[in-house]
């Protein structure tokens, strides 16, 4: 892997350029736009290519103060000056990294059932939000750092904004067979 895993999950980072879906040239092959656009659970989708070996690991989780213009192309102003619950993980299968991940909830996203998302520990955040059916993914966008992908999404439950980026790293398109140019 060229790009550093923390480097990655640095999701506030102003050195990724994030963009639009229609706004990336060349684009990048099918198969892994099959993995980048799929609009549904991530995790789901790992776990039926890991056959009962998935797991998540946490590297690092809690609050942060952020106030970077990427965050502001996400966030309004005054939520992306909160404080915000900050979660990086790999989604591995077995020992092998798959996906690098990093999610940013907003002080005031968590209220309510939300709230439990400081407590998920090594289970898939994937799995707690594809299980509701208010679930909103709003902007989708993409971004390349050498030869890792990655997108990142506004999702919407209960009306509160959370952000998730996912890198896809090379041992999964590897044991995906996924094959780039």
Same mark, same amino acid.
Not at 4 to 12: A, K
Not at 89 to 106: F, K, N, R, Y
């Given at each position: 892997?060229?790009?550093?895993?923390?480097?990655?999950?640095?999701?506030?980072?102003?050195?990724?350029? /994030?963009?639009?879906?229609?706004?990336?040239?060349?684009?990048?092959?099918?198969?892994?736009?099959? /993995?980048?656009?799929?609009?549904?659970?991530?995790?789901?989708?790992?776990?039926?290519?890991?056959?009962?070996?998935?797991?998540?690991?946490?590297?690092?989780?809690? /609050?942060?103060?952020?106030?970077?213009?990427?965050? =502001?192309?996400?966030?309004?102003?005054?939520?992306?000056?909160?404080?915000?619950?900050?979660?990086?993980?790999?989604?591995?299968?077995?020992?092998?990294? /798959?996906?690098?991940?990093?999610?940013?909830?907003?002080?005031?996203?968590?209220?309510?059932?939300?709230?439990? =998302?400081?407590?998920?520990?090594?289970?898939?955040?994937?799995?707690?939000?594809?299980?509701?059916?208010?679930?909103?993914?709003?902007?989708?966008?993409?971004?390349?750092?050498?030869?890792?992908?990655?997108?990142?999404?506004?999702?919407?439950?209960?009306?509160?904004?959370?952000?998730?980026?996912?890198?896809?790293?090379?041992? =999964?398109?590897?044991?995906?067979?996924?094959?780039?140019?």
């Amino acid at each position: 892997m060229t790009a550093p895993i923390n480097e990655l999950l640095s999701l506030h980072s102003d050195r990724l350029l /994030w963009r639009p879906v229609s706004q990336i040239l060349p684009r990048p092959d099918p198969d892994l736009q099959s /993995w980048l656009l799929d609009p549904g659970s991530l995790t789901l989708r790992l776990k039926e290519h890991a056959d009962g070996r998935f797991r998540v690991v946490v590297l690092e989780e809690g /609050w942060v103060r952020r106030q970077l213009p990427s965050l =502001l192309q996400c966030f309004s102003p005054s939520v992306a000056s909160e404080r915000m619950w900050s979660r990086r993980v790999l989604l591995q299968c077995g020992d092998t990294p /798959w996906v690098a991940a990093h999610s940013l909830i907003p002080v005031s996203s968590m209220e309510g059932e939300l709230k439990r =998302l400081r407590h998920l520990s090594n289970k898939p955040l994937g799995e707690f939000l594809f299980r509701n059916p208010l679930l909103q993914r709003r902007q989708l966008e993409l971004t390349q750092a050498d030869d890792i992908w990655g997108r990142r999404s506004l999702f919407y439950l209960y009306g509160k904004p959370l952000l998730v980026a996912e890198f896809f790293l090379p041992a =999964l398109l590897h044991d995906t067979g996924i094959h780039l140019a």
